[in-house]
């Protein structure tokens, strides 16, 4: 972002109690109380929160989606990672 | 990953109805097509709050001025989702909107008609709301991830629009004969704009094919506009009100309503800046942009004083 508008903020919204915060967009404020006031205004307007994040986009560091399979492959060849890996007798209950 | 196995892969995520998210590589006519679209669906959520605006001083009770209120706060909160979701295509919402105010960008034409009597609160409401809907609901499902999460977003909040309009022009069409005149009025004269909401007919569409062929577009305007009518026709006969087209009939082989033909030199007209506010609205938006500016300024000197008594403390 250039000077022309305020900094970028990633918003969180927490729906109820007992929930993980949840992305549900982003917007500008010229700083962190302004953008949490700005948050409420435009995610919550019908009590679709009970808490809210809010954090600089710029401070965020994402994987890339170009090296996404490298990044992910460790996971991808390990299907006993999963129960359905395993063969149990059918008669075997709760297992 | 070379150019060729990049296309392929944006390819095969838009063959399997997948999404396509910010940082994915995407073809530079896909994010311009994109960044057109959604900079001016977000210009017309910005610009549709001035004909309604209009009336919110005047709205007949409380109960309708907070109503309208909280209408017209939603389509400002609409704009913002849009300009966000258009921010993630890599341009700048201060550049999208120096854009529409130098009117080099376009918002909906349905915002260039006035809003002469209360009742066209409730046409707008019903009518205009009513088509958006229509097109907004399918774009939920738009191959633009940020794009179509927006727009979920905006069409849980659109149907309240929609009804207070119907109910609205309910209670008036319902009421003393003048209130059902201008009702009919109002209904009158919002009912072509509104069907020509959905664009020009699919033979002179010039975008239609490429957006439908990525995704972006699941129905063409043609289309569209059926669904609109078809869903439109039964609740006017609910209202007690007429809508100005004399063709307007059952077709019993289609199962839909037939409808007659839109004035589209109208439309071209309205679209190319000779509708009746189309200056007006343009004029009223610099100037309040402008008129904002000290808060803006205010509200980032204060950030930088804040911040700066923050580092000096640590
Ligand atoms: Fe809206
Ligand atoms: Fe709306």
């Not at chain 1, 990672?81 to 395993?86: E, G, L, S």
């Not at chain 2, 700048?92 to 609160?121: C, H, M």
């Not at chain 2, 008036?172 to 005149?181: D, F, K, M, V």
């Not at chain 2, 975008?207 to 699941?218: G, L, V, Y």
Request: one cysteine or more; glycine letters at 6%.
């Amino acid at each position: 972002m250039t000077e022309r508008d305020d900094p970028l903020w990633e918003v969180f919204v927490r729906s109820r109690r007992g929930l993980s915060h949840n992305h549900v967009g982003s917007l500008h404020a010229a700083d962190a109380e302004m953008a949490l006031q700005n948050a409420r205004d435009v995610f919550t307007r019908r009590m679709e929160g009970v808490s809210i994040w809010v954090v600089p986009s710029a401070a965020i560091t994402a994987s890339s989606p170009e090296e996404r399979d490298p990044f992910f492959e460790p996971a991808a060849d390990k299907p006993y990672r999963h129960p359905t890996f395993y063969d149990i007798p059918k008669e075997v209950k709760q297992l | 990953m070379d150019g060729a196995a990049l296309e392929r892969e944006f390819k095969a995520l838009i063959e399997a109805d997948s999404r396509i998210e910010p940082r994915d590589w995407m073809p530079d006519e896909y994010r311009k097509t994109l960044v057109r679209q959604i900079s001016q669906h977000a210009h017309s959520e910005i610009i549709g709050m001035q004909p309604e605006g209009n009336w919110i001083t005047r709205a007949p009770s409380l109960r309708r001025k907070a109503i309208l209120m909280a209408k017209v706060q939603d389509e400002a909160g609409h704009g913002l989702y849009l300009y966000c979701a258009a921010e993630t295509l890599g341009v700048e919402r201060a550049e999208l909107i120096d854009l529409l105010n130098a009117g080099k960008q376009k918002y909906s034409s349905i915002f260039n008609y006035p809003t002469l009597t209360w009742a066209d609160v409730g046409a707008i409401g019903w009518l205009v709301d009513g088509a958006a809907i229509t097109n907004q609901i399918p774009l939920t499902r738009c191959s633009y991830g940020p794009y179509a999460r927006a727009m979920v977003r905006v069409c849980k909040e659109e149907s309240f629009h929609q009804r207070q309009g119907f109910e609205l022009l309910y209670a008036l069409s319902r009421g003393t004969p003048e209130q059902h005149a201008m009702a009919q009025d109002a209904v009158d004269r919002w009912w072509w704009p509104s069907v020509m909401m959905f664009g020009p007919p699919d033979g002179e569409s010039v975008h239609t094919e490429q957006s439908m062929a990525w995704r972006i577009k699941r129905f063409s305007n043609d289309e569209l506009r059926q669904r609109f009518v078809d869903m439109t026709v039964p609740q006017a006969e609910m209202l007690g009100l007429t809508l100005p087209d004399p063709q307007i009939r059952w077709n019993e082989d289609r199962g839909h309503y037939d409808f007659g033909e839109c004035d589209w030199d109208e439309l071209r007209r309205v679209i190319a800046g000779d509708g009746p506010c189309n200056r007006q609205r343009l004029a009223h938006h610099v100037q309040a942009h402008e008129e904002g500016a000290w808060v803006r300024e205010a509200a980032a000197a204060h950030a930088r004083k804040h911040a700066a008594t923050a580092s000096a403390a640590a």
